[in-house]
């Protein structure tokens, strides 16, 4: 049977604006991006195959377009739409805070370090420095690491936390092993940053470890 020919409540896109995009199987949102399967598939099919074979859709995704472009079903055009689609996403998570809004949400920080430093195959520490209003003043990726750590100075971030003239910081790093669980070093390396931004009056507002599914924040479980 043909995609077309499936009932409209079950074909994706029809799925989608009826419900929203938030009740499609990671298979129904990238045949949306298919549009098509391959022969004697639907676009739904192919894509089940996809991620069966190359998946899960953290693993698909992470791939380069050039990578993506070579995969059966795929192709450059639709490779370009993917990435594309991704790029959009980074943007659409990063313009409340490149537009000086102030911080209300502190999940969607949590969402944004995982856009910036979910797919990089090493640790990375990254810090975010806010005004007194908690509106982001600039973003920077500190140190990077071994696919097992990455050394993070305290000093250095007071360092920049000064440079930006900052009232507060929230800080991310990625765990390139998918566990987001703090390890005693991620419990040490906070108290040590709280401690020396404290001296300059700079406040240490969350923490955040990515890895697969949401970050988890460390003010969350009182170690911040």
Same mark, same amino acid.
């Given at each position: 049977?043909?995609?077309?020919?499936?009932?409209?409540?079950?074909?994706?896109?029809?799925?989608?604006?009826?419900? =929203?995009?938030?009740?499609?199987?990671? *298979?129904?949102?990238?045949?949306?991006?298919? #549009?098509? #399967?391959?022969?004697?598939?639907?676009? /739904?099919?192919?894509?089940?195959?996809?991620?069966?074979?190359?998946?899960?859709?953290?693993?698909?995704?992470? !791939?380069? *377009?050039?990578?993506?472009?070579?995969?059966?079903?795929?192709?450059?055009?639709?490779?370009?739409?993917?990435?594309?689609?991704?790029?959009?996403?980074?943007?659409?998570?990063?313009?409340?805070?490149?537009?000086?809004?102030?911080?209300?949400?502190?999940?969607?920080? =949590?969402?944004?370090?995982?856009?910036?430093?979910?797919?990089?195959?090493?640790?990375?520490?990254?810090?975010?420095?806010?005004?007194?209003?908690? !509106?982001? &003043?600039?973003?920077?990726?500190?140190? @990077? =690491?071994?696919?097992?750590?990455?050394? /993070?100075?305290?000093?250095?971030? /007071? !360092?920049?936390? &000064?440079?930006?003239?900052?009232?507060?910081?929230?800080? #991310? @790093?990625? @765990?390139?092993?998918?566990?987001?669980?703090?390890?005693?070093?991620?419990?040490?390396?906070?108290?040590?940053?709280?401690?020396?931004?404290?001296?300059?009056?700079?406040?240490?507002?969350?923490?955040?470890? /990515?890895?697969?599914?949401?970050?988890?924040?460390?003010?969350?479980?009182?170690?911040?």
């Amino acid at each position: 049977m043909r995609l077309r020919d499936w009932p409209a409540t079950e074909r994706p896109r029809e799925k989608l604006l009826a419900r =929203g995009p938030a009740v499609l199987s990671d *298979a129904e949102l990238l045949a949306i991006f298919l #549009g098509s #399967g391959l022969r004697g598939r639907d676009a /739904v099919q192919t894509a089940r195959e996809l991620l069966a074979a190359h998946g899960p859709l953290r693993a698909l995704l992470d !791939r380069p *377009a050039p990578a993506l472009a070579r995969l059966p079903g795929l192709g450059p055009a639709r490779a370009c739409l993917l990435a594309a689609a991704l790029e959009l996403g980074n943007r659409h998570l990063a313009a409340a805070l490149e537009r000086g809004e102030a911080l209300t949400d502190p999940a969607s920080a =949590g969402r944004y370090f995982a856009r910036r430093l979910r797919p990089r195959p090493h640790e990375v520490f990254a810090v975010l420095f806010l005004d007194n209003r908690h !509106r982001a &003043l600039a973003f920077e990726e500190m140190f @990077h =690491g071994t696919i097992d750590g990455a050394e /993070v100075h305290p000093r250095e971030v /007071v !360092r920049r936390a &000064l440079a930006h003239n900052a009232a507060a910081v929230i800080v #991310g @790093h990625n @765990h390139p092993s998918g566990s987001t669980e703090p390890s005693a070093a991620d419990r040490a390396v906070t108290a040590r940053l709280k401690q020396a931004l404290a001296l300059v009056e700079v406040r240490l507002l969350d923490h955040f470890i /990515v890895g697969d599914g949401e970050p988890v924040s460390l003010a969350a479980r009182g170690l911040v």
